[in-house]
């Protein structure tokens, strides 16, 4: 069988997450996420942007301070300045960031010859004082390809380990990103590209993981798709997504997955939707007659992954509108009740009135009661 390639995985939900509106976590809450994701095999941070200023620079020093196995990286825009200020917070990197589509081109009053030039500057600048830099090509989706390319280019001649081509506004599609892949791997030579998607269209896990399978060697996440408008690519779906490939995979350790995500969102006070794959509350229940009798006989008939392999437990097999004589006479049986015969239809009857009626499902000792009514 061949050997799987790992993916570098990037969770920038100190960063980007941390951006969504009315989102932050507090110093205490970063460094407990920061040491989550580095027990989880994260292999970077993005820790956060130390341009914001000493309280931001604190907080990242204080992550710095845990000495994690995972490489720390900050966030800076196309100056110098961004890049002294990260050179106090203890980092083992910087991510610099620079315009490359002419809408926002236009809109920071820059040109491509300026984003060329600095590339040729601060990637140098950079370099003397940090041991990793990457680049990214911010709204890369939006850009001319012909400068695209030329940017890439020009980011590997100069010396820097990753370039990041962003989907900014999530317009990307899964054959574009496998088509960009492909053509700027040639520019990049023996340089790593990073994928970076937005699920304003909701295809940002789809997204990522087209660009893993076209050869990018990193991908940027957040813990619960957290970040601007509709969020970003998901950790806990890329990493278990990536695990389902037959080439690559990561090194996070999937069943760390569901405390994370729990964590992120008691902290920002966004809940977990009952259906969120991965980590939704029900996404391993079942109510329906003819999966209920499938999973009984083999969990993976109507499973992609056991619930385990995510920290999650065994499928949850439930009493419902829709459940099938079989699911109810396996819980009867548990419940040492032993449905007589001549007496299913009447008591699927009465449980299908009883779960219309309360419009939920229906637990072991209430079905019980009905039996014992019928």
């Known amino acids: 069988m061949e050997e799987k390639v790992p993916v570098h995985i990037i969770d920038t939900t100190l960063r980007d997450g941390e951006q969504a509106p009315?989102?932050?976590?507090?110093?205490?809450?970063?460094?407990?996420?920061?040491?989550?994701?580095?027990?989880?095999?994260?292999d970077e941070l993005e820790v956060g942007i130390p341009a914001m200023g000493?309280?931001?620079?604190?907080?990242?020093?204080?992550?710095?301070?845990?000495?994690?196995?995972?490489?720390?990286?900050?966030?800076?825009?196309?100056?110098?300045?961004?890049?002294?200020?990260?050179?106090?917070?203890?980092?083992?990197?910087?991510?610099?960031s620079f315009p490359v589509s002419d809408i926002h081109l236009e809109a920071m009053g820059k040109t491509r010859s300026w984003v060329l030039n600095q590339l040729s500057v601060l990637i140098p600048y950079a370099l003397q004082r940090f041991s990793r830099v990457s680049v990214g090509a911010q709204d890369a989706f939006r850009a001319d390809m012909a400068f695209l390319e030329q940017f890439v280019h020009s980011a590997n001649l100069r010396g820097a380990h990753r370039v990041r081509i962003a989907d900014t506004v999530g317009?990307?599609?899964?054959?574009?990103?496998?088509?960009?892949?492909?053509?700027?791997?040639?520019?990049?030579?023996?340089?790593?590209?990073?994928?970076?998607?937005?699920?304003?269209?909701?295809?940002?896990?789809?997204?990522?993981?087209?660009?893993?399978?076209?050869?990018?060697?990193a991908v940027s996440v957040t813990v619960n798709g957290l970040g601007e408008r509709a969020g970003n690519a998901p950790l806990e779906q890329v990493v278990v997504a990536a695990g389902t490939l037959d080439s690559r995979s990561t090194c996070v350790d999937a069943r760390r997955l569901s405390e994370i995500c729990r964590y992120v969102a008691e902290a920002v006070n966004r809940p977990i939707p009952a259906d969120q794959?991965?980590?939704?509350?029900?996404?391993?229940?079942?109510?329906?007659?003819?999966?209920?009798?499938?999973?009984?006989?083999?969990?993976?008939?109507?499973?992609?992954?056991?619930?385990?392999?995510?920290?999650?437990?065994?499928?949850?097999?439930?009493?419902g509108r829709h459940s099938g004589s079989?699911?109810?006479?396996?819980?009867?049986?548990?419940?040492?009740?032993?449905?007589?015969?001549?007496?299913?239809?009447?008591?699927?009857?009465?449980?299908?009135?009883?779960?219309?009626?309360?419009?939920?499902?229906?637990?072991?000792?209430?079905?019980?009661?009905?039996?014992?009514?019928v």
């Open 171 to 217: 317009l990307a599609r899964p054959s574009q990103v496998e088509n960009m892949v492909h053509v700027l791997s040639k520019a990049a030579g023996k340089m790593a590209l990073e994928f970076h998607g937005h699920n304003d269209l909701g295809m940002a896990t789809a997204n990522t993981i087209a660009a893993i399978e076209a050869g990018a060697q």
């Open 22 to 42: 009315g989102v932050a976590f507090d110093k205490r809450e970063k460094i407990a996420l920061a040491m989550m994701l580095d027990q989880a095999h994260v």
């Open 277 to 319: 794959p991965i980590t939704g509350q029900a996404v391993f229940t079942h109510e329906s007659g003819i999966h209920c009798a499938g999973i009984l006989k083999n969990p993976d008939t109507y499973q992609p992954f056991n619930p385990e392999t995510v920290g999650r437990e065994r499928a949850q097999l439930v009493i």
């Open 54 to 96: 000493p309280a931001a620079q604190d907080e990242i020093k204080a992550i710095a301070g845990l000495n994690p196995d995972c490489l720390l990286t900050a966030w800076c825009r196309a100056l110098k300045d961004d890049i002294d200020q990260s050179l106090l917070c203890n980092v083992t990197g910087v991510h610099i």
């Open 326 to 373: 079989g699911m109810i006479r396996h819980v009867l049986a548990k419940a040492g009740v032993r449905l007589e015969e001549g007496k299913t239809e009447s008591l699927m009857a009465a449980v299908r009135m009883e779960a219309l009626k309360k419009r939920s499902v229906l637990s072991p000792g209430e079905l019980v009661r009905i039996y014992n009514t």
